[in-house]
């Protein structure tokens, strides 16, 4: 089996870096793309540096690591990230994080292995992001995984066939001593509590072998937990949760995705942690191992569950808006006048967007708080 076999999902390799970075400096889309991330920054310079790189690993050398340190630096008041040494250099691990923003969640776990020398991983996305050259491009380039998302145009044959060419790619990748990085469930936690998708678990497993714990040891799990003070997305995501439970039924307008994915590049986040968790142990698998299948998975996504709470980092927003929306002071121990009044002012801009577009006021606020509060019970139950 090769990487070849794969041609319609995986990202470039390196003989098809050059023609793809071509395509990127000519096209209309990459002079606005530019000043977004360099500001009054020499093109012509920007096009000689992009067209010297020939590998995927110089490309984000030169180019994509220089744009994420801007981001760090221009939108986040301090990055900590903690469990690097949980991580073998030359292994391949299959990272499975909770999913708070589009593109940064995964961004800021590469930024992170870049600067401690470890090897970047490949990205699973969506396909529904992927509606031009220019944007292709630039995600194949940067090792993205092409899913094809479940659509009413794909049969349940289709999508189960889709679902287990991209098993086959994700444990042929782990196998070559590469590691990938893929979101715990389908879409961003909306509510603040993040749950893996069992369905998730089941799809990663449809290439491996029948044993369980074989099956899942050949994928070696990292779990990851990302935890922003300010939600990137924080409005946005409100008004879809709200429309969504009220009766109504969210429709995307035309590139609200990237659109999206841009207002959380550009949304101050304050603090932001990323936590690498210690990796699924054989021992606990065979304990899944030990159930039946159902139930073996059931636990298998409780242990990464309890992972991902153990290492999630709560801010002090978190405490503010569990008191708040519990009317309490059962944690103003962890927080300081100053930082309820910021954090105030950010619901009093969030509510006025929810007011804008129609919302009742009361369920916005209370979806809007929620984001923000449940991880600190989901924390506590641990």
């Not at 000689?48 to 050398?61: F, G, I, L, S, Y």
């Not at 401690?116 to 995984?145: E, H, K, P, W």
């Not at 990323?274 to 021992?283: A, G, L, N, V, Y």
């Not at 129609?358 to 979806?367: E, F, I």
Request: charge should be neutral; charged fraction near 25%; glycine fraction near 6%.
């Amino acid at each position: 089996m090769t990487g070849d076999s794969y041609s319609d999902i995986r990202p470039y390799n390196d003989d098809e870096i050059p023609a793809a970075l071509e395509r990127i400096v000519n096209d209309p889309f990459f002079v606005p793309a530019v000043n977004f991330a360099f500001p009054d920054a020499d093109m012509e310079r920007i096009r000689e540096v992009v067209r010297t790189c020939k590998t995927v690993d110089q490309m984000q050398e030169r180019v994509m690591f220089s744009i994420i340190r801007r981001i760090i630096e221009s939108t986040i008041d301090n990055f900590t990230s903690t469990g690097i040494e949980n991580i073998e250099k030359n292994k391949g691990y299959l990272y499975i994080s909770n999913h708070r923003d589009i593109t940064l969640d995964s961004l800021l776990l590469q930024y992170t292995l870049f600067t401690n020398g470890l090897s970047t991983t490949a990205t699973t996305l969506g396909d529904n992001l992927l509606r031009s050259q220019f944007i292709i491009d630039i995600c194949r380039i940067n090792r993205a995984v092409r899913v094809i998302r479940k659509t009413d145009d794909i049969s349940p044959r289709e999508f189960l066939q889709n679902s287990q060419h991209l098993a086959e790619y994700i444990r042929w990748y782990i196998s070559q001593g590469k590691s990938m990085w893929i979101s715990q469930r389908n879409g961003r936690t909306k509510d603040g509590v993040d749950a893996t998708d069992q369905g998730v678990l089941k799809m990663v497993s449809l290439s491996g072998p029948s044993d369980f714990v074989e099956n899942f040891s050949e994928l070696s799990i990292a779990p990851i937990a990302i935890s922003y003070q300010y939600e990137p997305c924080d409005i946005k995501k409100t008004i879809e949760t709200v429309v969504n439970m009220t009766g109504g039924t969210y429709q995307k307008g035309k590139n609200e995705d990237v659109n999206s994915i841009l207002y959380g590049i550009r949304m101050p986040k304050g603090d932001v942690n990323i936590s690498i968790c210690e990796p699924i142990t054989r021992k606990e698998l065979e304990e899944c191992g030990e159930l039946p299948k159902a139930e073996a998975y059931k636990l298998l996504k409780e242990i990464i569950d309890n992972r991902i709470y153990k290492n999630y980092k709560l801010h002090d927003t978190n405490y503010i808006a569990h008191d708040i929306l519990h009317r309490s002071k059962q944690y103003a121990e962890y927080y300081t006048p100053a930082a309820v009044k910021k954090f105030k002012g950010r619901m009093a801009y969030a509510e006025a967007r929810f007011m804008e577009y129609g919302l009742d006021l009361k369920t916005a606020r209370k979806v809007y708080l929620g984001i923000y509060a449940g991880p600190v019970d989901t924390k506590i139950w641990q």
